[in-house]
């Protein structure tokens, strides 16, 4: 595993095109693109990793699934009634089927559905208090009490969140946000600031994995329900690509993160900041192809 990973960093280091970073984050439109990190949190309690596993990024939205744990523990199966479990085969950050859907968004990983998920979990408490409550889940779910969110991240986010904005303002107008915008926005963009290093998310992604030493943070239905939208809609209008050719449950962040789950085996973190057109890490896409044909963990069976 060890030398695998150091072969796929060093491919990565040698790759000409690696995208390109989001910009519509200040605060992220600065971030050296020859970056690349991997690490593998194995189901028998070891830990790999290669390249800048050891640098922190922001997590944007592999966030939603944290997001998502929280929500479900919230109010169960009745998170269903306000958000879909369908791929939605349109940007991360579309409007575009909320007035034709009657503001249910199609499922809990583009930024519409993922709102509803932030408005679950804030529920009646303060924002401060419903961050600190994802924290302590993800604290957690790394065993690493260090993970934090970066609040000059946050901060650059809000000031230019007109689409997310514009999202939960039309989620508010078919009753589908029950917190005030203001709040459901600085606390859905503070969740999407939260910082962690390669080594540190591939621990995180381990309550999702299926083996006696992980967390058990959700119960099994959940966790492979989770894993099931990772499948169809972690990467947005690029899932099917993802599925296709790295055949792993992932959820993708537009800072270059991706958190690759193989179900009773390990999870993984990669991180390169250069994005493909779906927005998603390029590199981090190409680096998770090669891991699934040499390791032969595609869900779908060996090479
Ligand atoms: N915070 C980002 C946004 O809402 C997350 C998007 C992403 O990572 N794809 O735009």
């Not at 990024?57 to 523990?73: C, N």
């Not at 009634?81 to 809990?108: A, H, M, Q, T, Y």
């Amino acid at each position: 595993m060890q030398d695998l990973l150091r072969e796929i960093a060093e491919a990565a280091a040698a790759e000409a095109d690696k995208g390109n970073v989001a910009t519509y984050i200040p605060e992220l439109a600065g971030i050296d693109t020859g970056q690349f990190g991997i690490a593998v949190a194995t189901a028998d309690g070891k830990l790999f990793s290669a390249g800048d596993a050891d640098v922190p990024f922001s997590i944007q939205s592999v966030s939603k699934v944290f997001a998502l744990a929280l929500a479900l523990g919230r109010v169960g199966e009745q998170i269903w009634r306000r958000v879909g479990r369908e791929p939605s085969g349109l940007s991360f950050d579309s409007v575009l089927l909320l007035e034709r859907e009657k503001g249910i968004p199609r499922n809990p990983f583009i930024n519409a559905g993922a709102l509803v998920a932030t408005d679950t979990y804030l529920a009646s408490s303060s924002p401060r208090a419903a961050l600190g409550e994802l924290l302590t889940f993800i604290r957690a779910a790394a065993d690493d009490e260090a993970i934090h969110i970066n609040e000059t991240v946050a901060l650059s986010e809000i000031a230019t969140a007109h689409r997310n904005f514009s999202l939960a303002h039309y989620l508010a107008s078919f009753d589908n946000l029950h917190a005030s915008v203001d709040k459901v926005i600085g606390t859905y963009s503070h969740q999407c600031a939260v910082e962690m290093t390669c080594r540190q998310l591939a621990m995180a992604g381990r309550f999702l994995v299926d083996a006696p030493k992980m967390p058990a943070l959700v119960s099994d239905e959940r966790r492979r329900r989770i894993n099931a939208l990772m499948m169809t809609c972690g990467h947005y209008d690029g899932s099917g690509d993802f599925a296709f050719r790295v055949g792993m449950p992932g959820k993708s962040g537009v800072g270059g993160g991706i958190l690759v789950i193989s179900p009773s085996r390990a999870s993984i973190a990669v991180w390169s900041p250069g994005l493909n057109p779906y927005g998603n890490s390029k590199l981090g896409t190409e680096a998770m192809q090669t891991f699934s044909h040499r390791t032969g963990w595609s869900v779908f069976g060996v090479p």
